[in-house]
């Protein structure tokens, strides 16, 4: 079901100035917000049961309350822009037509961790939407909305931090070490839950999406946002479609919509009047579905998808058409993770380059079948044995292309080339089982 | 603040501190567990994943180099599952080194050998071709680099970043086309660079000068002090003899040594091994003539009958606590004065804040413990009434300056020294003695710290053990192995007397601050 609570002024013209957005509402829920404490505002984002929107699904409010209540230190709210996963294009929509909803949670977040500085890190190669939000950043300062000079009770200052090309770098304590200004390697994680820390201050990461939805919930309470979406994923999310679909783009939904519905309804049917023969839920890095009966019991919730198999990940759902040759398929994104692997730790660094070379191998048709045993093995070493998920990712986009299309593999072996399998068409809404 | 738990490793307990480094734990209690990039020196990073352990209760295997010890740990490193884990990520270290082991210079010392040995033991699956890289980069300080053999575990890095805090190495380059690296033009340029070729746990990084001289298990480590300054680093003198050949010391590599040096030494020490194997003076001299040694202990022994009470010792503030103690008694028979001048045995440009020191003079502790005369205008006034000057190795004797040479000039010299130096000609006798590595004894450190040495090499007849030629001078009346000297000359000396020279551990013993 569309609802559109981040994407609410996407569609007016010029909504990113500061004018227009004004008049749509922009800026809205600072009194509300201001006039809480900073604690009232936790309380209603854990209420509302935000959960983080860069791919993990963290609850947001449980996030903020491990900044310390006190403290000498400054403290920090980073944003993460980095938006990198292939497949997902949904912060960039923000940035370009509501960054004024983006400052304004900016502001309230801040408040709530106790917080002046945010510093938001965006992908380098986002160049128009860097300047974009920067224009309303600047609009912002003028108006007395951020900056030292500014009449709100809480004075927050933006500063952009342009990325510089690394994929891993949307991996939160990477993102900080690259704010820091060394490479941007994860860290250890720490064996209980704490805050990030920024030059050893406490600090927190949340993305883009999340931020922005923060505003509403706010103003309009925690109440109003779980009306939407399932118990455990409240709300609404910016989903995306991408690949082999009629109509490809961002639409805002709430979560526990059904995936076929999406695929077929909202994003038109496939391609060229073509059938379905695979989804990849939730930006590159979640498992690929196959479409089968069973697909049509997908929600896009963050249960849903992990019963079956996969993630929700980003929400950005790329579609393949029965055409589509998974051997390749997988290449692809097996040579994305093969150029983005930061190099820290052997099993991804020196797994990431072998699994692609293998798969490159099956495409060149100088495989052996045990070649994908190796393949597996790999990817069981690359897996749950890393400092960050990078590794895991990579086992699990390759365990899932073998265990949804192993046939497809082997005709490579054997036949060295591509060989198209049938795929049925999955009638709409014929789920009879439910997954939970 | 020591708290002791209980831990059980492989099904035996063993305590260890609550909240301490698992692996570090491990290691302690000589629990072979594989890894890279750990370093005690340098901590943790996580990124070699090879230390992996099983922690009962965990779900998945964990790296023990972050993970801290807790009561009741049980953990595993040997379980079929945890060998398989090691395993495949060896595998994974291996598939894009080169394996040029016969032709590598850290083979016999090399981690993925010990390892591939250990818990590897695999046939290859790698059947496309591996990554390559630059095989020799001269980083600069004697350091070579080979990219391919690297395993990126960054301990070289992280030296030059948290050690040195110089800053020259660092990773450029993702994934598997990461390799280490200077910044473009600049080098590797530390007075501590060389220990980033100990620290490394393959063949990356090598010394210049020690590569491809000899293999490692050719040789001897024998553990030493450095000479170099009054730091007195712990070392391994690494040393061999071929078959009709000299012996010779190869390298020196540092030894660990918290209470003194940590686990590193500065490179000038490091290569202070050459002058070791110097071997330009050997035997006994007249003036220039080679005389026999029998001719030069008459002579000697004649010289200080005919000039007693004209006598003046030297001594060098280097020479260990044996010898030092040897000469003292050697002049209370002769009824000379002693004197240990200290000019020249500082440097105001060598110290640093970490182990470098200005002050030259490994033993110089001792000398003032001992209350030895070290004022250099005092000794130039004795000098005036001395006809008889016997030099102990002092630099300030064996390469004089004008002044103190115009006055040397009307006396009769007697040098003992280690190595050539330039007033040979001008001594009535000259006798060669071995250095410090070829015997054994004590030196005490700046600090008061009593550290011993052993003997990687043997006094010969051309090149006598100091002791033993003070020992036959003087008619036997001084002792002459370090046994006796400690329970007879030194027993006199308050500093040392109750100390049992045969129980100084390994890692030295802190006797204090030298108050003068």
Redesign the interface.
């Known amino acids: 079901m569309i609802v559109k609570i981040v994407s609410e002024k996407f569609d007016i013209p010029n909504s990113h100035t500061l004018k227009i957005a004004k008049e749509h509402g922009a800026y809205s829920a600072l009194n509300t917000a201001l006039s809480k404490s900073p604690e009232d505002i936790i309380n209603i984002i854990t209420e509302s049961g935000l959960r983080g929107k860069g791919g993990g699904g963290a609850p947001t409010g449980t996030k903020w309350s491990l900044m310390p209540k006190k403290s000498d230190k400054p403290h920090y709210l980073i944003i993460n822009g980095d938006e990198s996963e292939p497949g997902t294009f949904k912060d960039r929509q923000i940035l370009q037509y509501d960054p004024h909803l983006l400052i304004e949670g900016i502001i309230i977040s801040a408040y709530a961790i106790n917080a002046h500085e945010a510093y938001i890190y965006i992908r380098g190669e986002y160049k128009f939407f860097i300047d974009r939000f920067q224009e309303a950043i600047n609009e912002a300062y003028a108006a007395n909305i951020l900056g030292n000079n500014s009449t709100l009770s809480h004075k927050v200052n933006i500063t952009i931090h342009r990325g510089a090309g690394?994929y891993?770098c949307g991996e939160k304590t990477a993102l900080i070490e690259s704010l820091e200004g060394k490479?941007g390697h994860p860290r250890?994680k720490p064996?209980r839950p704490e805050p990030e820390y920024y030059f050893g201050n406490p600090a927190t990461v949340n993305n883009v999406e999340t931020i922005a939805t923060v505003p509403f919930i706010v103003e309009n309470g925690a109440s109003a946002y779980r009306q939407y979406g399932t118990e455990k994923s409240p709300g609404t999310m910016l989903f995306a479609l991408s690949g082999h679909i009629n109509n490809p783009g961002i639409y805002e939904m709430t979560y526990g919509s059904s995936l076929v519905e999406f695929i077929n309804e909202i994003g038109g049917g496939v391609k060229n009047g073509k059938k379905l023969k695979a989804v990849i839920p939730g930006g590159a890095s979640t498992p690929v579905l196959k479409a089968d009966e069973n697909l049509a019991c997908i929600m896009l919730d963050y249960e849903s998808m992990r019963s079956a198999g996969s993630a929700l990940g980003t929400g950005g759902a790329i579609i393949m058409d029965e055409d589509t040759d998974m051997v390749e398929a997988l290449k692809n994104l097996l040579e994305f993770y093969?150029?983005?692997?930061?190099?820290?730790?052997?099993?991804?660094?020196?797994?990431?380059?072998?699994v692609d070379?293998?798969v490159?191998?099956i495409l060149d048709g100088v495989a052996q079948e045990k070649?994908l045993d190796?393949l597996l093995?790999?990817a069981?070493?690359m897996n749950?044995?890393?400092?960050c998920v990078f590794a895991p990712a990579v086992a699990g986009v390759i365990e899932g292309f073998l265990k949804n299309f192993r046939e497809e593999f082997e005709n490579y072996i054997s036949e060295g080339r591509f060989v198209k399998s049938p795929v049925e068409a999955i009638a709409e809404a014929s789920c009879q089982t439910s997954l939970e | 603040m020591s708290n002791l738990v209980r831990i059980t490793v492989n099904q035996k307990e063993i305590e260890a501190q609550s909240g301490a480094n698992l692996l570090q734990t491990l290691l302690d209690n000589g629990i072979e567990t594989p890894h890279f990039c750990y370093h005690e020196a340098l901590g943790?990073d996580?990124?070699?994943?090879?230390c992996?352990v099983e922690i009962e209760g965990q779900k998945?295997?964990q790296i023990a180099c972050?993970t801290?010890v807790e009561e009741n740990m049980i953990i595993s490193t040997k379980s079929n599952n945890i060998m398989a884990?090691k395993r495949?990520?060896l595998?994974?270290?291996l598939?894009?080194h080169p394996v040029d082991c016969p032709i590598c210079d850290q083979a016999g010392e090399c981690k993925l050998q010990e390892y591939y040995m250990e818990v590897g033991l695999y046939n290859s699956?790698?059947?496309?071709p591996k990554?390559t890289h630059k095989k020799h980069i001269d980083l600069g300080s004697n350091v070579m680099l080979d990219q391919e053999r690297c395993?990126?575990c960054e301990r070289c890095a992280r030296f030059t970043t948290s050690y040195t805090k110089t800053d020259e190495l660092?990773?450029i380059?993702?994934?598997?086309?990461?390799k280490i690296s200077t910044m473009p033009g600049k080098k590797l340029n530390n007075p501590y660079a060389m220990n980033v070729v100990d620290i490394c746990p393959v063949g990356a990084l090598t010394s210049k000068d020690f590569r491809f001289k000899q293999r490692v298990w050719f040789m001897t480590a024998t553990p030493s002090i450095c000479q170099s300054c009054a730091k007195g680093c712990n070392i391994y003198i690494d040393h061999n003899q071929l078959k009709y050949e000299t012996p010779v010391i190869h390298r020196y590599r540092p030894r660990k040594n918290l209470a003194v040096n940590g686990h590193f030494i500065c490179d000038e020490g490091r290569l202070s091994f050459k002058e070791q194997n110097k071997d330009d003076f050997r035997g006994t001299y007249s003036k220039n003539l080679n005389i026999n040694f029998k001719k030069a202990i008459s002579k000697m022994q004649k010289l200080l009958k005919s000039e007693s009470n004209h006598t003046l010792i030297v001594l060098s503030p280097s020479l260990l606590n044996e010898q030092i103690a040897s000469v003292i008694q050697f002049s209370k028979i002769i009824g000379a004065n002693v004197f240990c001048p200290l000019a020249r045995y500082t440097d105001e440009n060598f110290g640093d804040d970490i182990l470098r020191s200005n002050d030259l003079a490994s033993n110089r502790w001792t000398i003032n413990a001992l209350k030895i005369e070290t004022d250099y205008n005092k000794f130039m006034d004795s000098l005036d009434s001395a006809r008889l000057v016997i030099n102990f190795n002092h630099k300030l004797l064996l390469n004089p300056e004008r002044e103190l040479s115009n006055k040397l000039t009307n006396k009769i010299n007697v040098h003992f020294s280690e190595f050539e130096c330039e007033n040979r000609q001008d001594s009535e006798i000259s006798f060669a003695y071995a250095p410090f590595s070829y015997v054994s004894g004590s030196t005490v450190n700046e600090n008061g710290h009593l550290q011993q040495l052993n003997a990687a090499l043997t006094p010969t007849e051309k090149k006598p053990d100091l002791l033993e030629l003070i020992h036959i001078i003087s008619e036997k009346k001084v002792s002459h192995t370090n046994e006796q000297i400690w329970q007879n000359e030194m027993k006199n000396l308050e500093v040392f007397n109750n100390i049992n020279f045969s129980k100084i551990p390994l890692d030295g013993l802190s006797l204090g601050e030298s108050n003068v």
């Open positions: 690394a891993i490479r250890l064996k093969h150029h983005e692997s930061c190099g820290q730790c052997t099993p991804c660094r020196e797994g990431s380059g072998w070379n293998i490159g191998a070649d190796t093995d790999v069981k070493t749950g044995k890393t400092i | 943790p996580g990124n070699c994943r090879m992996m998945r295997p972050d801290f884990v495949s990520i595998e994974l270290e598939i894009n699956r790698l059947k496309t990554v395993v990126l660092g990773i380059g993702r994934g598997d086309h990461a």
